[in-house]
């Protein structure tokens, strides 16, 4: 089964973003219902691995904290970018939130995230585009805002790929307390 740990955003917020996935040719705009923070990747899992995540995610204490959404920006750089973001901006709890969940991840027995963790929501992936378009995006979008929400869970998903893209499934839900 093919994992990933999640937040998820408010409906309003998940709308507002949404609202602004437009204005680029040439690129593939992920649907509304999966606009969310990843905090961890985890790819491919077995049964005893999947259960050793579900053990290790159940363990993981954090108080709720609140979450920014703010700016956007491109992966891997605006000169030559594969995916459009939204930033968020959660501070040292999620930070927290997020190193805890990767404790978790490798204590199961999935190798370490190499990459340092970016909190972001990816917009899009990006094939072929034109350059001015991106360009006019970041520009248009800079200073993109929503209210502050506060983060009371996070999600075990699986993910499905499909020739549509993918389908993810809520296997497992977090709450934090504290």
């Known amino acids: 089964m093919r994992l990933f740990v999640a937040i998820d955003l408010l409906d309003e917020v998940r709308q507002s973003v949404a609202d602004i996935c ?63 973001w939204v930033g968020l901006s959660g501070g040292d709890p999620l930070k927290r939130l997020q190193q805890k969940v990767e404790a978790a991840v490798v204590t199961a027995g999935i190798p370490s995230e190499e990459r340092p963790f970016s909190p972001h929501i990816t917009l899009a992936r990006l ?13 248009q979008h800079a200073s993109f805002h929503c209210e502050p929400f506060t983060v009371d869970a996070f999600h075990l998903y699986s993910s499905i790929l499909t020739a549509k893209g993918a389908i993810h499934r809520r296997e497992a839900s977090y709450p934090l307390a504290g």
């Open 22 to 84: 437009r204005g680029v040719t040439g690129v593939r705009w992920l649907p509304p219902d999966q606009l969310h923070l990843t905090l961890r990747f985890i790819g491919e899992a077995d049964d005893a691995v999947n259960a050793a995540i579900r053990r290790g995610l159940a363990e993981i204490t954090s108080p709720p904290f609140p979450l920014s959404v703010q700016g956007v920006g491109c992966f891997p750089s605006p000169r030559r970018p594969r995916v459009l």
């Open 127 to 139: 094939r072929e585009h034109r350059e001015g378009d991106v360009a006019s995006f970041l520009a």
